[in-house]
């Protein structure tokens, strides 16, 4: 038999792939990469259905940690939200999800690997172009995308197989993952909608206003209140805290990979409150052009990764110098939550610039004499001086 493995999620398109590609004579391996969406009870249910689909194995792979040591981290380092809104939930998952499906298929020594992709969406182009580049001997196959199927032709091929789990189509799409969740409806296909309350998965539960402390050793997030825990488990902490008070909503509309704008809801409270935490940390312990290059060149990671060129070797180029720039990243930042919002309240670090020993900002002057301030005025402002002299007077 022909080996292949195939990207399971147990949703309709993946079990309609599993079914007919076993039918087809393939032996088919089903592969599902936990990101942080899934739960003990969820990971046994989707298993317990890839065996009704005729799969020969299941496999659910654990990378929460390598989610966040390959991807997350670097999105914190450079305080990564696209389009300022966006911190990157699915896009950065789906790599991690795709690398850790090439790798498992090249340790069997699969010769075809499969996935649900449609061709109207971003997950196709990222899945292929990683596949591709780690394994060009490995075959793909997508079923839904080259056969351009409907959600009824699946329905009912998989009816006529046997197969008659619900199938009805949840009013929301929910992808949950470490870094966020996306939240996808009738609204967000229109430009007019917002996302009603009731469609976001972490509702409303605690009022009030709650103190958090964040504790950063170079640019990670090492502890919570002064509880010292992996990042990976604190950025977990830290969501089901800020969730109660369903803070991180919001509608990230975008440019997608294949040319068309797209529009998808998403609650994201501990993403935001990190990077948002992680850069005022920055402004206070990084340099003017340290802070202003990073910003830039943060934008660029971002986009690449969004855009599923991962592998190429400027993300490891950038990843050196986001890397570099957090060495002096270090200190604790307050944050207030409140309903649907929270507060930066200030930081503490032993690397702060902003020392008083040096002056206060519009205050006092320790560092320089008033004769010293007037000539470094007349300097800086020589060249605008020159270039109005002479073309007013031209």
Known sequence: MKKLVIAYSGGLDTSYCAVS????????HAISVN?????????????SNAYKMGVSTYKNIDAVTSYYQKVIKY????NVLKNNTYPLSVSAERIIQAIEIIEYAKSINAKYIAHGSTGAGNDQVRFDMIFQTLAPDIE???PIRDQQLSRQEEIEYLKANGIDLSWEKAQYSINKGLWGTSVGGAETLTSEQPLPESAYPSQLKKDGEEKVALTFLKGELIAINGIKKAPDVNIETLNDL???????RDIHVGDTIVGIKGRVGFEAAAALIIVKAHHLLEKHTLTKWQLQHKDYLSNFYGMHLHEGQYLDPVM?????FLESSQEKVTGDVVVTLKPYHFN????SSKHDLMSTKFGSYGEENKGWTAEEAKGFIKIVGNQNKIYQQVNNNS
């Open 21 to 28: 590609l076993s039918k087809a004579g393939y032996e088919v």
């Open 35 to 47: 990101t942080g969406g899934f739960t003990k009870e969820e990971i046994k249910t989707i298993e």
């Open 75 to 78: 999105l914190i380092f450079g």
């Open 140 to 142: 793909i196959i997508t």
């Open 242 to 248: 800020a969730s109660a008070y369903a803070i991180g």
């Open 316 to 320: 490891r180029d950038m990843e050196a």
């Open 344 to 347: 930066l309240d200030g930081i």
